[in-house]
């Protein structure tokens, strides 16, 4: 019976050795665990700035926190086990800007008297632009000690646009230039004053907005050399789709008698669809070197 009881708890012990968590000489444990959240950067600039610091290059840079594909998107993994993972990527971006500029009031013609200044109008321009992109997919993985193999797949969906607006404190009339009696935000202003022969000035300008979605593959391995810390490479192939409709500019105009507003489109209306590697599909480099931190 005690000889039994030996051998149970010796299969018992090895039984759980086999499944047990790599851990160092402390107690931490080398790979990701149910319940573990990971985040990516690009390891290019820090394995860069290393290896200039050792051949002696003057003009290294130091490396920065780099996001994990040019589309920069912050990447990061949910693990639901030690061998499964959820992936996401989100990015939300919102830009607006403002300017405010005086320019001489035009209704007042006479000159003022020293040392008084000219009477001041103001004119306004604001811009906004955004840039959003989601992606999320699953990740499995396998292997033997520190190397970790995984595969999977993912669907990513974003978008971008912009738009700017002018107002003016001026009255656009038929015998005013336009130029003349409106700051010149660099965008609003022909070189001539007028668009399609009339006295004019743009009151608004909108560039192409841009949608597109894909799903992809991908197959990569890491290495943990640190507790929770890994290096390794990814390769991706997918499909992509994008589309990017037409901008406008929307002028204020004044011809004869005549005043209103004339819309112009401008650039062209485009698409496409891509099957390759990611660097085609999804503007991400193909083969990244990653590091990545869990937590």
Request: net charge neutral; proline share 4%; hydrophobic share 35%.
């Amino acid at each position: 019976m005690k000889k039994s009881t030996v051998l149970f708890a010796a299969l018992a012990f090895t039984a759980t050795s086999a499944f047990a968590q790599l851990t160092n000489k402390n107690g931490e444990a080398y790979l990701p665990e149910s319940g573990d959240y990971a985040i990516g950067i690009d390891a290019a600039p820090v394995l860069s700035y290393f290896g200039n610091a050792l051949n002696g290059n003057t003009s290294n840079t130091p490396f920065g926190w780099t996001y994990t594909n040019v589309n920069t998107m912050i990447t990061g993994k949910m693990f639901t086990s030690e061998t499964t993972a959820y992936r996401v990527g989100l990015r939300i971006g919102f830009n607006t800007a403002s300017s405010t500029q005086e320019i001489d009031d035009a209704a007042v013609t006479t000159p003022p008297t020293f040392p008084d200044l000219s009477p001041q109008v103001e004119d306004k321009m604001k811009s906004s632009s955004r840039s959003i992109g989601l992606a999320g997919g699953m990740e499995w993985r396998r292997g033997k000690g520190r190397l970790q193999g995984y595969y999977g797949g993912m669907g990513m969906i974003w978008l971008s646009g912009s738009k700017t607006t002018y107002e003016y404190g001026n009255t656009l009339t038929n015998t005013s230039v336009a130029g003349a009696i409106s700051y010149d935000f660099g965008t609003n202003i022909n070189p001539a004053g007028t668009a399609y022969g009339a006295n004019a000035r743009v009151t608004s300008q909108k560039g192409a907005s841009t949608l597109g979605f894909g799903v992809r593959g991908f197959v990569g391995a890491e290495y943990f050399v640190l507790p929770k810390l890994s290096i390794g490479g990814e390769f991706g192939w997918g499909i992509g789709f994008s589309s990017s409709s037409r901008g406008e500019i929307v002028y204020e105009a004044v011809s004869g008698t005549n005043t209103g507003s004339v819309t112009e489109p401008t650039g062209a209306k485009t698409g496409g669809l891509a099957l390759d590697t990611d660097n085609a599909a999804f503007g991400m480099a193909p083969a990244a070197i990653l590091i990545h931190f869990h937590f």
